[in-house]
C-alpha cells in the first residue's frame, strides 16, 4: 500500500518498524472473525448472517478500527519521520479500497481454509472410527466361526477314539488362546500369525488324512507386524470349497513368504467341477468385500488381492507393500 505523504525512507531493510507493528495491530480484530465467526456461522449455515458480518467487519469496523489503532500509535510517534503516516490514518476522513479488498480476501480465504480444514479432520475420525468399529466385529465374527467348525473336527476325532484327540485339544486351546489375547491388540507378530496358521493346517489334515494339505513359509529374517487373523478367511475359504471334502485325490496347498519389502500369501485348493466359485461369501457370511475392507484400513493403496478359478482349481493371492 503506497502513501503520498510517507517520509523519505531510510537506510536498511526495516526502516519503519512501527508501520510493520502498526500492521499486526490493527488486524487482530479480525482474529474471532475468521476464527470463530466465519466457520460457526457455515457450520450453522447461515449464510445471510455472513454475509452481513462481513459486510459490517469491512465497510464500518475496519475504518473505525486504523483509526482508533493510528491514533493510539500517533501518541508515541508524533515527532517522528512515521508520524505524518499515523496523522493521515487517524484522521478518518478516507476509505482505503486497496487495504480492505486485501483484508477482505486474505481473512475470508483463511476462514473458508480453516472451515474446511476442520470439516474433513471430523469427517476423517469419523470415519476411522467407523473402520475401526467394523474391524472389531469382523475379529468379533471370525472368532466364534474358527471355534464352531475346530470343534466340529474334534468331535468327529472323539467319535473314533482317536489317540491324538487329547494333543489336539491342546493345539486348539494354545489357538484360542492366541484369539482371545493376542488378538486383541491391532497388530501381531507374524511368527506368531503362522503359528496360528500352522496350527490350523495341522488340524485340517487330521480331519481330511487322506487328502494333501501343506502350508509352505519360506524363510524370512525381519519379523514384521501384520493385522491378525487377516489371512484366516482365505484359509477357511480354500478348505470350505475345496475339493478334498469329498475325495481323497485332492489337495490344498498354501505358500508364505516376506522379499522385496513385499509380503505374499498364495492358497489354492482343488476344486469340483460343480461347485461354483464362490465370489460373494466366505465361510460362516465373512464376505471377500470385509476382508478388503481390513486390507483398505491397514494397507491403503498397497495391497492385491487376486482371486482365479480354473476348471481345476481355485486359488487366492495377496501382495502387501510393506
Keep these: 500500500m503506497e502513501h503520498a505523504n510517507l517520509p523519505p525512507v531510510k537506510n536498511g531493510y526495516f526502516p519503519y518498524p512501527e508501520i510493520g507493528l502498526y500492521a499486526i495491530v490493527s488486524t487482530l480484530y479480525l482474529i474471532p472473525y475468521y476464527r470463530w465467526a466465519v466457520p460457526k456461522l457455515l457450520y450453522l449455515r447461515r449464510y445471510i448472517v455472513l454475509f452481513l458480518l462481513t459486510l459490517v467487519t469491512f465497510l464500518f469496523i475496519t475504518t473505525y478500527n486504523n483509526i482508533a489503532v493510528s491514533r493510539i500509535f500517533l501518541q508515541f510517534t508524533e515527532n517522528t519521520p512515521v508520524g505524518a503516516f499515523f496523522r493521515r490514518e487517524s484522521a478518518g476522513f478516507f476509505m482505503d479500497w486497496n487495504m480492505i479488498m486485501t483484508d477482505f480476501i486474505a481473512f475470508l480465504s483463511i476462514a473458508f481454509s480453516r472451515f474446511s480444514y476442520q470439516n474433513e479432520r471430523e469427517r476423517y475420525q469419523i470415519e476411522k472410527d467407523h473402520l475401526e468399529l467394523q474391524l472389531t466385529m469382523l475379529k468379533n465374527q471370525l472368532q466364534p466361526h474358527f471355534l464352531f467348525n475346530t470343534l466340529n473336527s474334534l468331535y468327529g476325532m472323539s467319535l473314533i477314539g482317536s489317540k491324538e484327540t487329547p494333543r489336539f485339544i491342546l493345539l486348539l486351546s494354545n489357538m484360542m488362546q492366541y484369539i482371545l489375547y493376542d488378538c486383541d491388540k491391532p497388530m501381531v507378530s ?54 478334498h471334502k469329498v475325495e481323497n485325490n485332492s489337495s490344498v496347498h498354501a505358500e508364505f513368504m516376506i522379499r ?34 481390513r486390507l483398505e484400513l491397514y ?24
Design 299 to 322: 494397507y491403503p493403496g498397497r495391497y492385491e488381492l487376486l482371486l482365479t478359478e480354473n476348471e481345476l482349481s481355485y486359488s487366492s493371492k495377496l501382495t502387501i507393500a510393506l
Design 260 to 293: 522385496d519389502h513385499k509380503l505374499e500369501f498364495m492358497i489354492k485348493n482343488d476344486k469340483l467341477s460343480s461347485m461354483p466359485f464362490p465370489t460373494k461369501k466366505l465361510p460362516g457370511g465373512i464376505g471377500l468385500v470385509n476382508i478388503k475392507k
Design 190 to 243: 507374524t511368527r506368531g500369525e503362522l503359528e496360528f496358521m500352522k496350527g490350523y493346517f495341522e488340524l485340517e489334515q487330521k480331519k481330511y488324512p487322506d487328502a494333501s494339505v501343506n502350508l509352505l513359509i519360506h524363510e524370512f529374517t525381519q519379523d514384521i507386524e501384520i493385522p491378525p487373523m487377516l489371512l484366516l478367511p482365505l484359509i477357511e475359504n480354500s478348505f470350505k470349497h475345496g475339493k
